[in-house]
C-alpha cells in the first residue's frame, strides 16, 4: 500500500482542525503521513497539534512564523515522505474513501500521473457542487486546458493527488509571492509534466468558502497577484504550443482581468500602474473570447475594454 503524504496548513484553526484531522485519519487508506503545519496561529492551534501527534504515530507537527498559506505547504511538501502527495486545507474536510479511490487510478494504469476528483462547496447560501465538464481519461494538454473555464475541474490543489517523484525531479513548489491563484498556478506547472490523468466525478472533498480570504476581501496588492499568477501561466504553457489551452487560459485570463478593473478603479485609479498593466492584457486577449463559454456579462464588458485598451497610454 502507496504511503501518502497529507499536508494540512493551519491558521488560526481551532474550531475546524478537529474535524479535519479526523476526516484524515478515518481513511479507509491508512498507509499515511499526516504533516500539520502551523502558520503563525495566536489561538489553540499549536496545542491541537501537538496533542493529535500525541494519539497518532502517523501525524507530525512544524510550527513557523506566519508566512502564508503557499509558504506552509511547501514546507510541507519539503518535509514529505510519501509517493503521493495530498493537500487538505484546515477548515475542510473529506470523504473517508478519498485517498483510496484516488490512489487506486494510480494503480490501474502506471502512465496516469494526476488523480482528481470532485468536490462541493459550503457558502452562506448553502453547499453547490461546481459543475466540472471534462473527460474521464485525459491527456497532457486536455488535462492543463481543463484547469480553465467555467466548468473547469479548477485550479484547487485540494480535490487532486500528486506523485512527489514528478514534484522533486521538476523542483516544484507554489510560489510565494503569488497570494490568489497561486494553487491553480502550482497544478498549471505540474500539468507540463504529466502524462495522462484521470477524472472522478464523485464528491470527495469538502471545501468550506472563506468569505475573509485573500479571495474575497478589500482590494489590495496581495489581491492584485491574481493578475501576475495569469501571466506567469501564460508564460508556461506556451511550452505545449497548443491553440486550444491558450484560448481557454487566455479566456479565464480575460475575466480576471475584468473583474480586477473594477477594483482598481475604486481603489487605485483610472491612471495607476495597475490599470496600465491590466489594459496591456486586455489589449493581449484576441476577439474570440467572444466565442468562449463565458457568460453575456464577460463579453459585454470585454468589447468596451478592448476598444478603450487601444487607446489607453
Same mark, same amino acid.
Given at each position: ?69 503557499? /509558504? ?10 510519501? %509517493? *503521493?502527495? &495530498? #493537500?487538505?486545507?484546515?477548515? $475542510? ?120 480570504? /485573500? ?10 497577484? %491574481? *493578475?501576475? &499568477? #495569469?501571466?506567469?501561466?501564460? $508564460? ?78
Amino acid at each position: 500500500m502507496d504511503l501518502v503524504t497529507v499536508i494540512i496548513p493551519a491558521y488560526n484553526a481551532e474550531r475546524t482542525l478537529g474535524r479535519c484531522l479526523e476526516s484524515v485519519k478515518n481513511q479507509t487508506h491508512q498507509n499515511l503521513e499526516i504533516l500539520l503545519i502551523n502558520d503563525g496561529s495566536t489561538d489553540r492551534t499549536q496545542t491541537l497539534c501537538e496533542e493529535y501527534v500525541k494519539r497518532d504515530a502517523r501525524i507530525k507537527a512544524f510550527a513557523q512564523e506566519n508566512k502564508g498559506v503557499s /509558504a506552509a505547504r511547501n514546507l510541507g511538501i519539503r518535509e514529505a515522505s510519501g %509517493e *503521493f502527495v &495530498a #493537500f487538505v486545507d484546515a477548515d $475542510d474536510y473529506i470523504e473517508k474513501d478519498m485517498i483510496r479511490l484516488l490512489c487506486q487510478i494510480y494503480q490501474d494504469n502506471g502512465q496516469m500521473d494526476w488523480a482528481i476528483c470532485n468536490c462541493d462547496i459550503s457558502m452562506e447560501q448553502g453547499y453547490q457542487t461546481p459543475e466540472m465538464r471534462c473527460e474521464e481519461y485525459m491527456t497532457q494538454v486536455q488535462a492543463v486546458c481543463s484547469l480553465f473555464g467555467p466548468k473547469s475541474i479548477r485550479g484547487y490543489l485540494c480535490n487532486k493527488l500528486f506523485r512527489m517523484d514528478i514534484i522533486r525531479k521538476y523542483g516544484l513548489s507554489l510560489d510565494e509571492t503569488i497570494h490568489v491563484c497561486e494553487d491553480l498556478l502550482f497544478c498549471c506547472q505540474y500539468g507540463l509534466h504529466i502524462r495522462y490523468a484521470r477524472y472522478t466525478e464523485r464528491k470527495l472533498y469538502h471545501y468550506i468558502m472563506n468569505l475573509q480570504g /485573500a479571495t474575497w476581501g478589500q482590494y489590495s496588492q496581495k489581491r492584485f497577484t %491574481e *493578475f501576475y &499568477a #495569469f501571466e506567469k501561466m501564460r $508564460d508556461i504553457v506556451r511550452e505545449l504550443d497548443d491553440r486550444g489551452v491558450d484560448d481557454a487560459l487566455d479566456g479565464e485570463y480575460m475575466t480576471v482581468c475584468i473583474r480586477l478593473v473594477k477594483k482598481v478603479l475604486k481603489n487605485r485609479g483610472f491612471c495607476s500602474e495597475e490599470m496600465k498593466e491590466l489594459m496591456r492584457g486586455i489589449r493581449s486577449v484576441k476577439w474570440n473570447f467572444l466565442c468562449s463559454d463565458w457568460g453575456g456579462k464577460y463579453k459585454a464588458c470585454y468589447v468596451p475594454l478592448k476598444i478603450l485598451s487601444w487607446f489607453y497610454f
